[in-house]
């Protein structure tokens, strides 16, 4: 295996693994009926909006790798982490 396929593979598995975290955070604060732990969680949820947000635009916009190629075909950061 080549170092540019495992640099791949490790940007992909690491898109995912921050794609399912902001659902799951998304999640998390949906179901929190705690006023003071909705806050936390709200921190946990806009965390993940800002890691996913960078990582798509850092991957058109100064590395010309598709969204596919990292995983983020099917996510909308503002649809599947906001809730928008």
């Known amino acids: 295996m080549s170092d540019q396929d495992v640099y791949r593979l490790y940007l992909r598995d690491l898109g995912y693994i921050f794609k399912e975290n902001a659902k799951k955070a998304r999640e998390d604060l949906r179901?929190?009926?705690?006023?003071?732990?909705?806050a936390f969680r709200e921190g946990f949820v806009m965390a993940y909006y800002d890691v996913v947000t960078i990582m798509q635009l850092q991957t058109i916009g100064f590395f010309?790798?598709?969204?596919?190629?990292?995983?983020?075909?099917?996510?909308?950061?503002?649809?599947?982490?906001?809730?928008?």
């Open 64 to 84: 010309q790798v598709s969204y596919s190629d990292l995983g983020f075909d099917d996510f909308d950061p503002d649809r599947d982490v906001l809730g928008m």
């Open 31 to 38: 179901n929190e009926p705690d006023p003071e732990k909705r």
